[in-house]
């Protein structure tokens, strides 16, 4: 069994599900790790939509006024934690005064009003994906999940995690790896 100690801070990585995941919610995933440490893992399920909800929905929920730029951005299940809460994932030009956890030098997190009305009025970050829930783990618990060969791991970059498509994110992922998602069994094992 891994510990905490075992694998390096996978905070900024992408986590891929494997083929044969338990649990339908992460069922074909591209998680992107906001944070990895001995108390846990947080991140952002980047490649499922929530159907017909876009940010403008949000921002009218939220009477903030909204603008061309905000227009045509959808919001994604983060996952199934706090699924009522938002969280936006964007690029490192735009940081919250006191609320931006910045992920890395390419990506930072927010969770505060200021940036959806930074969007809104055209102030936000560069590129950003909005998200309603997140995915955590509790500590030890994903290590454990990747001893049991539940993910794969790989570096986040624009292309996947900002793709506008994104039934193509999994298959991009895997590919990244040099993987052909074609060839990939829902059968773990050691050797």
């Known amino acids: 069994m891994y510990t905490t100690t075992d694998l390096p801070d996978l905070s900024g990585k992408l986590l891929i599900a494997m083929p044969g995941m338990g649990d339908p919610r992460f069922e074909k995933s591209v998680v992107y790790l906001c944070a990895h440490s001995g108390e846990g893992a947080m991140g952002l399920?980047?490649?499922?939509?929530?159907?017909?909800l876009l940010l403008d929905d949000l921002l009218g929920q939220l009477?903030?006024?909204?603008?061309?730029?905000?227009?045509?951005?959808?919001?994604?299940?983060?996952?199934?934690?706090e699924s009522s809460r938002g969280f936006v994932l964007h690029s490192a030009d735009y940081a919250s005064n006191t609320s931006t956890l910045q992920v890395d030098d390419t990506y930072g997190m927010t969770a505060t009003r200021d940036i959806l009305e930074d969007i809104a009025q055209g102030a936000g970050p560069d590129a950003c994906l909005a998200a309603l829930g997140y995915a955590g783990w509790a500590p030890g618990q994903l290590e454990g999940e990747l001893q049991q060969n539940a993910w794969l791991t790989c570096d986040a970059d624009d292309a996947i995690v900002f793709s506008p498509d994104s039934s193509t994110k999994w298959e991009l992922a895997l590919r990244k790896l040099g993987i052909d998602p074609l060839m990939l069994s829902a059968e773990g094992g050691r050797a």
Do not use: E, H, R
């Not at 399920?45 to 017909?52: F, G, M, S, V």
């Open 45 to 52: 399920i980047i490649n499922k939509p929530l159907p017909d």
């Open 63 to 81: 009477d903030i006024k909204t603008g061309a730029s905000s227009q045509g951005i959808g919001v994604f299940f983060g996952g199934p934690v």
